[in-house]
């Protein structure tokens, strides 16, 4: 659950809001200033007087958003003006971005005139590639909608009356064909002659559901020819069907669509459907019946939901951003039906598909596959970008919106290559983590961010976290933050009924190293020993502490009680990097100061190992100063031996060096110069030759390139061990516990731990 100082925290640290704009384009010489604004932009300037489509070949506007509403139907919140309508805004601004590679400017205005919106937005049309209109009241937002979709010559698109909409087609498409019906013939029963439900009608008569098949109810029941206050919106979904209630037209129903509100509908409603009934109840935040009832009502019922908690989720964010990315690449006038009845039957087809091993791999390779319970595809699948977007420009050139043609496979390619893996990669983590759950140790139970950092695993279901220290302080600076931590195992080590097992254990593990029985019973009151030692008798499955403690006295501790695995010499490290259209392993950032050849090759085995555990699959450059002999040096020839140690240990595995990075991370440079070399592609596990070059590398990425990154992450340990850096942040915590949850449960999986 999110709670509101987290929200509020969320939207208010660092800089302000969600959104930034950043120049895509060098603006830092005298030069570059000239280039970009004056004399530079004025030939681009005369290129689009003399040919007004080359705007998009010289400016932004075929990629730029408009998302614009005057707030007076914000989802949960109602008419709240346009100023509290500006999160909602910048929110489905960075979904955007992040599912679609789209910019945006949202737009709130200030009044509640149709007709001056219209013509506010008109005047606009020359700024944008398009609009997205967004939570406008009915029937001022439906009558916006249609004005600029006449009026403009980019496409418009109201997020509220379709992207649902697309989503549930989609589902129903799929729906129908596992029970065996035909749309043509199916009874509909639709509850909610609103905005989301104005859009679901319209599409299901564009599927071929028949006119007199549609029933339509709103809060006073059927939409019926005789009703003198209805819209002229709802007007053309009007049935004269004999019985009004809502409770008749559900008798024999096949289908059963909710737009309304939550918790309206009665389990006998569903079992006086026709066989083989669909359900899907698509209210939000709760909907017309939960998943589990309506699932518990009928054995023969298919169910839908907008909940993301269980299958079949109805989510608009598997709509909207595709949708966009694909009129938008066609540079189309419009976004017609036939093009969102294209969404839809490609998020339909793609559900049919084998799913992905990236996919299963975040859902704890659960096995999906077509049917009852699998309707949709997951919103991680990368397939959806290039699947529905491709649809939608493919029908937009059909239907001669389009103002520019594509090749199929050139364009599905461009759509692979435009977001990359770095985006979604921990996303993806998450969700593969929260199938495990594993159990946390925290040693320093008592660290605000710490505790901070346990609420969010608790409520986001990725780990159950453990903490150690004394249960009256932990509580108290629990009260004193407000975070929500019920049900979190504390433990003293002092008071512990384990303690005395651990003492005994650590002792029996060290007593030939020079430790005395009071010496164990020293450091085993220790947290860090405490914590190690209960991932050692199996009491936690993972640790992770050095929060507020010297980085060298934890990693000790954790040498002397969990060791290196079976066969591994030393422990090592890694740090996951993700860039906005990339993912990187850096090796070794925090524990081998100055390895040896054996070393470096034993440090690129393990990372190359975790990568794979991760789902990303190893490219490893060996990096050094020279490439590929250039420079005879003892630090080079340390680099190209390790190499070679690699290649003969692992010959499956694709590695190369010694090389620099810019050789590793550049086609170009590999092509024009190393045409030889065994990296076809550009490195994703990048081994450094020792700790200075790696960790500066690693820091220059953090603090100057913008670079989220992930650790250390310790590899070679006998047990998933960790130790976080000083001044580790919340959000360093949570992803770090992520990532280590779920490369341990990976090697164990595979046996490989």
Same mark, same amino acid.
């Given at each position: 659950m999110i709670k509101k100082e987290d929200s509020l925290m969320y939207h208010s640290s660092a800089r302000k809001g969600k959104i930034e704009i950043h120049p895509t384009k060098a603006c830092l010489t005298p030069r570059d200033m000239r280039l970009c604004y004056l004399p530079g932009a004025s030939y681009p300037s005369y290129e /689009?007087?003399? =040919?007004?489509?080359?705007?998009?070949?010289? #400016?932004?506007k075929g990629n730029l958003v408009g998302v614009i509403t005057d707030g007076s139907a914000v989802p949960g919140l109602g008419d709240v003006g346009p100023l509290a309508a500006k999160p909602m805004q910048e929110g489905i601004a960075s979904l955007f971005k992040r599912l679609a590679d789209i910019d945006v400017f949202d737009l709130e205005l200030n009044t509640k005139n149709p007709e001056q919106f219209i013509e506010t937005v008109r /005047? %606009?049309?020359p700024t944008f590639g398009g609009i997205n209109l967004k939570d406008i009241k009915a029937p001022d937002g439906l009558k916006i909608y249609d004005m600029l979709c006449e009026n403009l010559n980019i496409p418009v698109f109201h997020e509220n009356l379709y992207s649902t909409a697309v989503v549930a087609m989609a589902a129903l498409i799929n729906a129908l064909d596992l029970v065996g019906k035909r749309m043509e013939d199916i009874r509909v029963v639709l509850l909610g002659a609103g905005t989301v439900g104005i859009g679901c009608a319209r599409l299901l008569i564009k599927l071929g559901v028949k006119a007199e098949n549609l029933l339509v109810y709103d809060i006073k029941g059927l939409l019926h020819p005789d009703r003198k206050d209805l819209s002229d919106y709802q007007r053309p979904f009007t049935n004269k069907f004999s019985d009004r209630s809502l409770e008749k037209g559900f008798e024999g129903a096949d289908v059963f669509i909710g737009a309304s509100a939550g918790g309206i509908l009665k389990l006998e409603m569903i079992r006086s459907m026709s066989g083989f009934p669909i359900v899907f109840a698509l209210a939000t935040p709760e909907p017309e019946i939960d998943y589990e009832s309506a699932k518990g009502c009928r054995k023969d019922i298919i169910v839908a939901t907008s909940s993301g908690r269980y299958p079949n989720s109805v989510l608009d964010l598997l709509s909207f951003p595709y949708i966009f990315r694909g009129a938008l690449d066609i540079q189309a006038s419009g976004i017609t039906e036939n093009m969102l009845i294209a969404a839809s039957r490609a998020l339909a087809d793609l559900a049919r598909d084998e799913v992905i091993e990236e996919v299963e791999r975040a859902y704890s390779f659960e096995n999906f596959s077509f049917g009852p319970e699998y309707l949709l595809p997951k919103p991680i699948d990368p397939r959806i970008l290039v699947r529905e977007s491709s649809a939608v420009a493919l029908q937009a050139i059909k239907d001669k919106v389009a103002k520019c043609k594509i090749k199929t496979e050139d364009y599905q390619e461009s759509l692979n290559i435009r977001l990359g893996t770095g985006r979604e990669t921990l996303r993806r983590l998450i969700m593969r983590a929260r199938q495990e759950k594993y159990r946390v140790v925290f040693s320093e139970g008592t660290s605000e961010t710490i505790l901070r950092s346990c609420s969010v695993l608790l409520d986001e279901g990725i780990a159950v976290p453990i903490l150690l220290g004394q249960e009256r302080e932990i509580i108290k600076i629990i009260d004193k933050l407000g975070v929500e931590l019920s049900g979190v195992q504390i433990i003293d080590p002092y008071n512990s009924i384990t303690f005395d097992a651990y003492v005994d254990e650590y002792y029996r593990m060290r007593n030939r190293r020079g430790v005395f029985k009071a010496t164990a019973i020293d450091r085993v009151r220790q947290r860090d020993y405490y914590a190690a030692m209960m991932v050692h008798s199996g009491d936690a499955d993972m640790m992770i502490a050095g929060f507020s403690t010297h980085? &060298? =006295? #934890?990693?000790?501790? /954790?040498?002397? &009680?969990i060791g290196p695995e079976k066969d591994v010499k030393r422990i090592s490290s890694f740090y996951l990097v993700?860039? *906005?259209? =990339?993912? &990187?392993?850096?090796?070794?950032?925090?524990?081998?100061? #100055? *390895? #040896?050849?054996?070393? %470096?090759?034993e440090i690129a085995l393990l990372t190359a190992r975790t990568s794979r555990a991760l789902g990303i699959d190893p490219v490893v450059a060996m990096l050094s100063f020279s490439n590929f002999g250039s420079v005879d040096d003892p630090s080079v020839e340390k680099v190209r031996r390790a190499a070679e140690i690699v290649k003969l240990r692992s010959p499956e595995l694709t590695v190369d060096g010694e090389m620099q990075l810019a050789a590793a991370r550049d086609e170009i440079i590999r092509r024009d110069y190393f045409p030889f070399t065994r990296l076809k592609s550009n490195a994703n596990n990048l081994i450094f030759p020792d700790l200075q070059s790696a960790n500066l590398t690693l820091q220059s990425l953090q603090y100057m390139g913008g670079a989220v990154t992930v650790g250390p992450i310790l590899i070679g340990t006998r047990l998933p061990v960790h130790l976080l850096q000083y001044g580790a942040t919340v959000e360093e915590v949570v992803n770090l516990t992520t990532v280590a949850a779920v490369e341990a449960a990976e090697l164990k999986k595979t046996g490989q731990k």
């Open positions: /689009i007087i003399k =040919d007004s489509a080359s705007v998009f070949q010289y #400016t932004s /005047i %606009l049309e980085y &060298v =006295d #934890t990693l000790r501790t /954790i040498v002397e &009680v993700l860039l *906005p259209k =990339d993912v &990187v392993l850096l090796a070794d950032c925090a524990v081998n100061i #100055t *390895p #040896t050849s054996e070393e %470096l090759a």
